[in-house]
């Protein structure tokens, strides 16, 4: 197995990202598929109230009041069932969508990657080349600095907040 490298871990934060916002993507055109799936349902079921409602109103008319009222009632009842299909789209279009994911889980990634062999190569004052040396007050400036990093990363890690001095 080959160690990980900076560039390797970019490709895998990047692929990761990639996922997160596919995924998230996925959710948004699902939830506009049911929504828009409701308000065809509600609308087609509005156009059937409507064609039982003239139905009924045109049999009773004719009829003069009698066992007609069935399709008045069945017409109610499409009636009711359309209203609440584009009621329940309209709601769920309403509402606000979720928020693009945050790279936050690949950018730790990519610190923990960069740091140690950033804050390694500084310690021990090799080059990735080799070719120059450090002055010992350049190295110990520089591993100041590399700790430093390193507990950031850390307490960036853990969330670590100071305390409210009240």
């Known amino acids: 197995m080959r160690p990980l490298t900076q560039r390797s871990t970019l490709t ?4 990761s990202y990639a996922r997160d916002v596919r995924g998230w993507i996925t959710g948004r055109v699902t939830s506009y598929l049911v929504a828009y799936g409701a308000i ?3 609308a087609i079921s ?6 039982f409602g003239i139905g009924a109103v045109f049999y009773l008319i004719e009829m003069h009041y009698g066992a007609r009222a069935a399709f008045a009632g069945t017409g109610g009842f499409f009636l009711a069932l359309g209203l609440i299909g584009l009621v329940s789209g309209r709601v ?18 990519v610190k923990r990657a960069i740091a140690a062999p ?3 190569r500084l310690i021990l004052g090799s080059s990735a080349s080799g070719a120059a040396r450090v002055d010992p007050v350049t190295q110990s ?7 430093l990093l390193v507990g950031w990363v850390v307490a960036a ?10």
Not at 12 to 15: D, I, K, T
Not at 46 to 51: N, P, S
């Open 12 to 15: 895998l934060a990047m692929h």
């Open 40 to 42: 065809a349902a509600g």
């Open 46 to 51: 509005l156009l059937v109230a409507i064609g």
């Open 92 to 109: 769920m279009l309403s509402r606000s969508a979720p928020p693009v994911p945050r790279p936050r889980r690949q950018m730790e990634m």
């Open 118 to 120: 950033v804050a390694t």
């Open 141 to 147: 400036l520089a591993a100041a600095a590399a700790v």
């Open 157 to 166: 890690r853990f969330k670590r907040r100071p305390r409210d001095e009240d």
